[in-house]
């Protein structure tokens, strides 16, 4: 049976009550619950609640075509590379992190969705559509979907495995509609700088949900418009949490395959003439695929006195649309 629910919360309120427990690290884990007031910083779970990670070392993602009226393709495939870059070269002491990102190219599709035997998706003789984790910039009628705010600059969505915790698919969704963009790293605050922002959510798109260190981690709930290249570098605590989640470990002899459940598509589901199947990573099947809309990045009304300093809210929205 599929049961169906939304629950929101405002970050600062949960970061003022898991910050009265005592840590050596401030970074926290995505968990399959999607209770906020749950910090997980390693793999064990607690009660059900799973931390998520991807169960594979290589992922893919993809860029929606069209790109945005404000940036060009090239110039947002560019941003997104340079974003898990970050990531995956952060120092682990005796290596990096055992996770790469491999950048598929533009698709047609720019649709929230996981393609699954959930349902809901139209399967064609027996065979489930392909999929591909998306990220697409949203220059028009940001507010006509459900999971969106105004305050939102960017959503991500992640979906996992509910008995498990791994990770099958994530969206990534940049609100171009009511922001402005930059790519001037030499550009004048305030601005609201593209690969900050999308380097915060590949930190979401990796398992990561928002930190309870200081505005200096890229996790942050926060996000600075008059101090806007801040969460292009990683702190100290994001790099515990990501060397955590993935380990170093040598990936030279690793096949590495970042085809999505079901194989990778650029097209949506209900453009798609199914003729062939990937089989998902072991151990998916029939309960896979809770999503997660991880941490969404959210703007207050900018002031542009800078005695304001002009802070922007994150905010967390978690959907459940599968049971």
Known sequence: MSTKGVMSCCAAAVLAVLASAPRASAYCRSNSCKDTSLCLQDDQPIGTCMPLRWPNPCIGFAVQEDASREISYPQISDTLDAAFRTWEAAPCGDGTPSIRAHNFGPVTCGKVELNARDKKTRIVDGLVPGNANVVVFRDMSWLSYASHNPKML????????????????????????????????????????????????????????????????????????WDPLSFRTLHADDIAGICQIYPPRDLSAVECNPLPPHGFSPECAEDQIVTCSAAPPSGGGPGWGTPLAAAAIGALALRRARSARGRLTLRSRYRTPYG
Do not use: C
């Open 154 to 225: 960017a959503l991500t969505t992640v979906q996992f495995d509910t008995r498990t915790g791994n990770i099958w698919g994530a969206d990534m969704e940049i609100n171009t509609d009511l922001f402005d963009f930059s790519l001037d790293e030499g550009a004048p605050a305030p601005k609201y700088d593209l690969l900050s922002i999308v380097t915060h959510e590949v930190g979401h798109f990796l398992g990561l949900d928002h930190s309870l260190a200081g505005p200096e981690a890229t996790m942050h709930f926060m996000y600075d418009a």
